[in-house]
C-alpha cells in the first residue's frame, strides 16, 4: 500500500457504469447485449495540439469472469467540425452482458486517453434503462450524452421475455441529469498514472548496420513497475514518434519516474540516455514538456503524465499555483533552467 495520496491530470473522460446484482430479476447469462448509444459530448478539453483533436468513444463490458469473451466497441473518430463538442450518434452492441457485469465508457483522442472514472450504479439503467447527460468530475463543465439499454436474450424464469428490452429513446425524451457522487481517495491507496510519451529530439545514430529502432521505458524508480512503447523502425529514427499513452499503475506520492530511450539492434538494445522525473513535478498537476536526455545534451524527450485520480478542486488549485510560480521565474530570472 502506498503511504500517501496523490492525484491526476485528465485528458479524458472515462466512464464506468456499474452493472450491480441488486435487481430480483434474473437476467440470462451470456444471451443478453447491452445497447449503448453514444450521441455526443460537450465542453471536451483541447488535447492534441499538433495534429488536431479526433476523439471516438471506447465501451467495453468489465467481465466478472477474465476468460469470458470480449465484448468491445468504439466510435469512429469525430474529425470534421467542433471536435471540443463532438456528435457521434452511434449505437454500440455489446455481447454477452451479464446481470452484475460493469460497462466501462472512455474517451479517447487519437489513442491518448482523456478522462477520469465515473461509477453509474446499476438502477439508473437497469432495468429500465438510461437516456441523459453525465457529468464527468474532473471537468465540470465536460457532459456525455448517453443511452443504455440491455437487450435480454432467451427467457428464464423471472427473467423478461426474449428481445423485451425497450428501444433506445430519442431526442424527444426529457434528458436526465446524472452527477456521480464524489468519493474520497484513501490517502494509503496506490494511484494510477497516464503516461504519454510523445516524442523525441536529437538522438544519436547508434546502429549502423541494422537501422535504429528506438524505444522508450517509462519505470517508477525502484519499484519494477513499467511501461515500453513500440520501437519506432520508418522515419526520421533520430527524430522518432511515438504518440503513445500507456497507464501505469501502482504509483505512490513521493515516487521518481524514470524515463530511459533505447535503440534497439541486432543482438539487444543500446541506451540513448536516460531522464529523472522527480515526485514535486507529477502531483498534483502532472506535467507536460520537453525533457533532456543524460549523455546527449541536444536529445530532448516530450512526455505528458497526467495523475489519474485527484480531486477536481485540487488539481485546479495546484494547477493555479504552478502558473503563478512560473510567471514570478519569469519575471526575475534571466535564463529558464531545465528541471532535469
Not at 80 to 108: F, R, S
Not at 188 to 196: E, G, I, R, T, Y
Request: glycine residues 8%; charged residues 25%; aromatic residues 6%.
Amino acid at each position: 500500500r502506498c503511504g500517501s495520496r496523490f492525484g491526476h491530470f485528465s485528458k479524458s473522460l472515462k466512464l464506468v457504469i456499474e452493472a450491480s446484482a441488486r435487481s430480483a430479476m434474473s437476467v440470462t447469462a451470456g444471451s443478453n447485449k447491452l445497447l449503448v448509444h453514444i450521441d455526443r459530448a460537450e465542453g471536451l478539453h483541447h488535447l492534441s495540439n499538433f495534429t488536431g483533436d479526433k476523439p471516438y468513444v471506447v465501451c467495453e463490458v468489465k467481465h466478472a469472469d477474465n476468460r469470458a469473451e470480449l465484448s468491445r466497441a468504439e466510435t469512429k473518430p469525430f474529425i470534421d467540425g467542433d471536435t471540443l463538442n463532438p456528435k457521434w450518434n452511434e449505437t454500440l452492441e455489446l455481447e454477452h452482458w451479464q446481470q452484475g457485469e460493469a460497462l466501462e465508457i472512455a474517451v479517447y483522442d487519437k489513442g491518448l486517453l482523456a478522462s477520469k472514472t465515473l461509477i453509474m450504479p446499476s438502477e439508473v439503467f437497469f432495468p429500465n434503462g438510461f437516456n441523459g447527460r453525465v457529468s464527468i468530475p474532473e471537468f465540470p463543465k465536460s457532459k456525455l450524452h448517453i443511452s443504455v439499454q440491455v437487450e435480454f436474450g432467451t427467457a428464464a424464469a423471472g427473467s423478461p421475455t426474449a428481445g423485451a428490452a425497450e428501444p433506445l429513446p430519442n431526442d424527444e425524451s426529457p434528458p436526465v441529469e446524472y452527477d456521480a457522487p464524489t468519493t474520497e481517495t484513501p490517502a494509503d491507496a496506490p494511484h494510477k498514472l497516464a503516461v504519454s510519451i510523445l516524442e523525441a529530439q536529437g538522438l544519436k545514430q547508434m546502429n549502423h548496420f541494422t537501422g535504429d529502432h528506438p524505444y522508450v521505458v517509462c519505470e517508477v524508480q525502484g519499484k519494477g513497475v513499467k511501461v515500453e512503447t513500440k520501437p519506432v523502425t520508418e522515419g526520421d529514427t533520430m527524430n522518432p514518434s511515438w504518440g503513445e499513452t500507456h497507464t501505469l499503475e501502482p504509483y505512490c506520492l513521493g515516487d521518481s519516474l524514470e524515463f530511459t530511450v533505447y535503440n534497439k539492434g541486432l543482438l539487444g538494445a543500446k541506451t540513448e540516455g536516460k531522464v529523472l522525473l522527480p515526485p514535486e513535478l507529477i502531483y498534483p498537476q502532472g506535467f507536460s514538456g520537453m525533457l533532456h536526455i543524460s549523455e546527449n545534451p541536444e536529445a530532448l524527450l516530450h512526455v505528458i503524465i497526467r495523475p489519474l485520480d485527484v480531486p477536481a478542486e485540487e488539481e485546479t488549485l495546484a494547477t493555479t499555483k504552478a502558473s503563478k510560480k512560473k510567471k514570478k521565474k519569469l519575471k526575475t530570472g534571466k535564463k529558464s533552467k531545465s528541471c532535469c
